[in-house]
Every structure is written in C-alpha cells, then in structure tokens.
C-alpha cells in the first residue's frame, strides 16, 4: 500500500503588476528587431527559419578580407530563406567607385538587396576613394535602395571625435539627415552596442535637440559570457556603459553566468512606452554569444505576458 503524499505542490509563481506590464512593453519593442552575421557565422546555421521570425531584417558585416562571392552569397541565402537582406558598405574598404557599383549590381542582381548600412570601416587608412559614408551617398550609387541606414555612437568614437568629443558626429549625422531630406529612401541610425540606458537616453534626446530626426535603432549585444562581451567592448571602444560590466565582473557570484541584456532593454522599453517620440524606434542585435543563443533570447522576451 502506497504511502499518502502530504507534500503541497508549490505554488506557481505570481508576477507583479509592474513586471507583468515590462514584460508587455519589452515585448511591444522588440517588434523588428533586427541582428547581424557574418558569412562564416551564417555558415555554421544550417537553416535561419526556425529561428527568426519572417522578414527580420538581417546585416551582413563585411570585414575586411571578406570576399565579395561570400557577401553575396550569404546575402542571396538569406533572401531565399524569407529575411531581408542588409549587407554592409564599409567606405575605406572600397576600392574605387567601379567597385561600389560592381558590388551593389551583384548585390541587387543575385540577392534582391533592397536595404543597405553605410559606414566609415573598421581601418584607419582608405583603400581608395571613399572616406566616410558621405562620400558614398553623394555619389548616386544608392538611388533606387528603399531604405539606408548608417552608424550611430551613442558612447562617441575617437576614430572620429579624436579630442573624446562629438562634434565631428554630430556634424556628420546633420549632413545625413539633410540628405534623408531630399531623398526618396527610408534612413535610420544604427548604433553601436551599448550596456547602460542612461547615456543612450541623454545621447538621443540630444539628437532630437540638434535637430537630427532619423530614427534611432539600438544597437545590444546578445546573451554571451561576460568574458567575451568584456573582450569586443574593449575591442570595438565601447565608453562609459562598460562599467556595467566590469561591475558585474567584480561579483564573483556572477562571474561565470551569461549575460543577458534584459534590464538595458527593458529600462530603453520603459522609457519609450512613457515618452512615444523618443527616438529609439527598434533594436539591433550583435549576437556575441551566437545566433542561436540570441534568436533564443528574443523569441523568449516577445512573448510578454502571455
């Protein structure tokens, strides 16, 4: 004879109000994000559809050494797998402008590319006739693309700003919202990843008070080791927001667990559900951690309450 079980099963969990309603706001800002690979990291999935939702937007960073067959191809993979394929134009990586226009015919030729990021490059000393993403806009290259999109530094850059200031940026984003002005394409900032909601707030508002209207897409890095996220912020300049952390690096209770950006999003989530015209209009994922891990993160988080 069975002995009876006395033990009461755990009760669910309840959520609060106030969580309950983060959950719906981070999920509601969520909503077309987007995320970026590189051709050897997109090799390594096997298929994309179990784990983006349809037409997510998808960029392709180019680096340097990258052959312009695996951007392309990696491009065409993506559009046959139902994504909108975004690849990167990295200015001082170009050769020249029969270059560009060689890249961009086989980019709309074999993989429908409709979108593209314009940016200066990883390399302080161009290989040929473009600088910076100015130069490429003015050239005409880009007439006919639906939407162009170009970077953003929330935390400054002194690739740019060599005093630690942003008056070289801020400069250079007027030039850009006066040529979205006169243009036909849809344009946005994408940033780099930041860690901490705080200056990215300030940094947008300050946007809007220049007078800079282009919308705003975050730039977060994905759930990774704290290890690897702590190697690429140093790597790609990231500012003040490292402090979140090389904080978290000091307790040793959380040193070997992941990272996951859910509070930074959250707090710009909140922040954009209590004030509609701030800038930030989507998120932009670098997935340090992997694709897998990060598509995983983002399906989990777009549930919200329900």
Same mark, same amino acid.
């Given at each position: 004879?069975a002995?009876?079980?006395?033990?009461?099963?755990?009760?669910?969990?309840?959520?609060?109000?106030?969580?309950?309603?983060?959950?719906?706001?981070?999920?509601?800002?969520?909503?077309n994000?987007? !995320?970026?690979?590189?051709?050897?990291?997109?090799?390594?999935?096997?298929?994309?559809?179990p784990?983006?939702?349809?037409?997510?937007?998808?960029?392709?960073?180019?680096?340097?050494?990258?052959?312009?067959d695996?951007?392309?191809?990696?491009? +065409?993979r =993506?559009?046959?797998?139902?994504?909108?394929?975004?690849?990167?134009f990295?200015?001082?990586?170009?050769?020249?402008?029969?270059?560009?226009? @060689?890249?961009?015919?086989?980019?709309?030729?074999?993989a429908?590319?409709?979108?593209?990021?314009?940016?200066?490059?990883?390399v302080?000393?161009?290989?040929?006739?473009?600088?910076?993403?100015?130069?490429?806009?003015?050239?005409?290259?880009?007439?006919?693309?639906?939407?162009?999109?170009?970077?953003?530094?929330?935390?400054? $850059?002194? @690739?740019?700003?060599?005093?630690?200031?942003?008056a070289?940026?801020?400069? +250079?984003?007027?030039?850009?919202?006066?040529?979205?002005?006169?243009?036909?394409?849809?344009?946005?900032?994408?940033?780099?990843?930041?860690?901490?909601?705080?200056?990215?707030?300030?940094?947008? $508002?300050?946007?809007?008070?220049?007078? !800079?209207?282009?919308?705003?897409?975050?730039?977060?890095?994905?759930?990774?080791?704290?290890?690897?996220?702590?190697?690429?912020?140093?790597?790609?300049?990231?500012?003040?927001?490292?402090?979140?952390?090389?904080?978290?690096?000091? @307790?040793?209770?959380?040193?070997?667990?992941?990272?996951?950006?859910?509070?930074?999003?959250?707090?710009? +989530?909140?922040?954009?559900?209590?004030?509609?015209?701030?800038?930030?209009?989507?998120?932009?994922?670098?997935? =340090?951690?992997?694709?897998?891990?990060?598509?995983?993160?983002?399906?989990?988080?777009?549930?919200?309450?329900?």
């Amino acid at each position: 004879m069975a002995l009876l079980n006395f033990r009461r099963e755990a009760a669910p969990a309840r959520i609060s109000a106030a969580d309950a309603a983060d959950k719906n706001v981070l999920a509601a800002f969520l909503d077309n994000c987007s !995320i970026e690979v590189m051709p050897r990291t997109a090799a390594n999935i096997d298929d994309f559809r179990p784990l983006l939702t349809p037409g997510t937007r998808v960029y392709i960073a180019h680096i340097e050494g990258t052959p312009i067959d695996e951007m392309v191809a990696t491009a +065409a993979r =993506l559009r046959a797998e139902g994504y909108e394929p975004m690849p990167h134009f990295p200015a001082r990586i170009i050769a020249d402008g029969a270059t560009l226009k @060689d890249w961009i015919a086989r980019y709309r030729g074999e993989a429908d590319v409709r979108q593209a990021l314009l940016l200066g490059g990883g390399v302080s000393t161009p290989a040929g006739d473009f600088d910076n993403s100015m130069q490429m806009l003015d050239s005409g290259a880009f007439d006919g693309f639906e939407r162009l999109h170009v970077a953003g530094h929330p935390e400054g $850059n002194r @690739d740019i700003d060599k005093d630690g200031g942003e008056a070289v940026i801020l400069q +250079a984003l007027k030039w850009k919202q006066d040529f979205a002005d006169r243009s036909d394409a849809q344009m946005a900032i994408v940033t780099q990843f930041c860690f901490e909601a705080a200056p990215v707030i300030t940094w947008a $508002n300050r946007l809007a008070a220049e007078g !800079i209207r282009l919308p705003i897409h975050i730039g977060v890095a994905g759930p990774a080791k704290l290890q690897t996220l702590l190697k690429f912020a140093i790597s790609c300049g990231v500012g003040p927001s490292l402090r979140v952390l090389q904080k978290r690096a000091r @307790d040793v209770t959380k040193l070997l667990m992941p990272f996951e950006p859910t509070d930074f999003v959250t707090q710009l +989530a909140r922040h954009k559900a209590a004030t509609p015209g701030f800038g930030i209009e989507s998120v932009h994922f670098f997935p =340090l951690g992997g694709i897998k891990t990060n598509a995983a993160w983002v399906a989990d988080h777009k549930k919200g309450n329900s």
